[in-house]
């Protein structure tokens, strides 16, 4: 409760800040709402992708996104006064801006693993309720995704620093995970997948 009275005091604060000062910035406003818009489609296109398994390729593309999204955000919060137009976005981008931060912090990818051309393994950290990092394996999909296949969150494993392909067949995968040892003392941890999904 305390954070979310703490991000709504940051809000009101940064909408405040145009009322203490008496510059107008019309040039630079539509630069940067055209910015927002177009960042604004972005982030929540490749949210909603992601959310129905499609990962933008890269480890920081949804990252930079976000922070460029987040970045904008503030900045006409910040710098532009207050209309019924602003009130109306402010009120829209909020809940955007949530869930970029969120994601940000707790979708975050730590490393990715090739298992062969096609497939990989994408290791993010968990959230809030998970005791370890979230294992996704994925296969490319349409050149800018890759598609989940298979999703692991119950493994408790945390740092994974290292993760080897012991056995792959048609109908099984098994692997090799190297992590810090805390929450599991088996390391490397042996990791029986059966291949679903055609992959």
Not at 70 to 94: C, D, H, R, S
Not at 140 to 165: A, M, N, P, Q, W
Request: charged share 20%; proline share 2%; glycine share 6%.
């Amino acid at each position: 409760m305390t954070a979310i009275l703490i991000f709504l005091g940051l809000i009101i604060g940064l909408n405040c800040i145009p009322l203490l000062t008496k510059t107008n910035f019309p040039k630079a406003e539509k630069v940067i709402v055209k910015m927002l818009v177009a960042t604004t489609i972005l982030f929540l296109t490749f949210t909603i992708l992601q959310f129905n398994g499609y990962r933008l390729k890269g480890e920081y593309t949804l990252m930079t996104i976000g922070l460029t999204f987040i970045g904008l955000t503030v900045t006409y919060f910040a710098l532009f006064k207050n209309t019924k137009k602003k009130m109306l976005t402010v009120f829209l981008l909020t809940p955007l801006l949530v869930v970029s931060i969120f994601i940000l912090v707790f979708g975050q990818v730590l490393k990715e693993f090739n298992i062969n051309d096609n497939t990989k393994i994408i290791v993010t950290t968990g959230g809030l309720l998970s005791c370890g990092e979230l294992i996704y394996i994925t296969q490319t999909k349409f050149g800018l995704f890759d598609k989940e296949v298979h999703y692991e969150s119950s493994l408790c494993l945390r740092e994974i620093k290292k993760i080897e392909t012991v056995k792959l067949d048609n109908r099984h995968a098994e692997f090799l995970i190297y992590h810090n040892g805390k929450m599991d003392s088996e390391n490397p941890y042996k990791y029986d997948v059966e291949k679903k999904n055609g992959w």
